[in-house]
């Protein structure tokens, strides 16, 4: 084979494969990249939650095991390397009961408490020895 039906067989090769995507059409907006990204995000708000306070460290593992239990879903949904619509509609319920028990856990009147307080502030036992360094 020489160089020019080498080059001829490898673009025949390129265009093909690019006509097939062109007529597959849109990708589906609940693929496995944007479960992974949804899921990826909501494990970002459980943490942040963590971190102000927002959700104590019980409710975060509860809701780390709902997550874990979605990425359990979806690979038993992945098995045989396709998403139906179905499995599809069920992930994203499971999602969407994922993040409306984020919200809540993050929004209702529950606060962790604190171990001490923030910023070096005065409290009032510390208020005179303050005024007597000042002298």
Do not use: W, Y
């Given at each position: 084979?020489?160089?020019?039906?080498?080059?001829?067989?490898?673009?025949?090769?390129?265009?093909?494969?690019?006509?097939?995507?062109?007529?597959?059409?849109?990708?589906?907006?609940?693929?496995?990249?944007?479960?992974?990204?949804?899921?990826?995000?909501?494990?970002?708000?459980?943490?942040?939650?963590?971190?102000?306070?927002?959700?104590?460290?019980?409710?975060?593992?509860?809701?780390?095991?709902?997550?874990?239990?979605?990425?359990?879903?979806?690979?038993?949904?992945?098995?045989?390397?396709?998403?139906?619509?179905?499995?599809?509609?069920?992930?994203?319920?499971?999602?969407?009961a994922a993040s409306r028990d984020i919200y809540r856990q993050k929004h209702d009147e529950q606060k962790r408490p604190e171990a001490e307080p923030s910023g070096g502030e005065?409290?009032?036992?510390?208020?005179?020895?303050?005024?007597?360094?000042?002298?």
């Open positions: 084979m020489n160089a020019k039906s080498f080059v001829l067989v490898l673009s025949a090769f390129f265009l093909c494969s690019a006509a097939g995507s062109a007529f597959a059409g849109p990708k589906q907006k609940v693929g496995k990249a944007h479960t992974n990204a949804r899921q990826h995000r909501q494990e970002h708000r459980i943490r942040q939650g963590v971190k102000s306070g927002e959700v104590t460290k019980k409710e975060a593992a509860r809701l780390k095991a709902e997550q874990k239990a979605i990425n359990k879903m979806e690979e038993e949904a992945l098995e045989d390397g396709h998403l139906s619509k179905k499995e599809k509609k069920h992930l994203q319920r499971a999602q969407n005065v409290t009032s036992g510390d208020s005179s020895k303050s005024t007597d360094t000042a002298k």
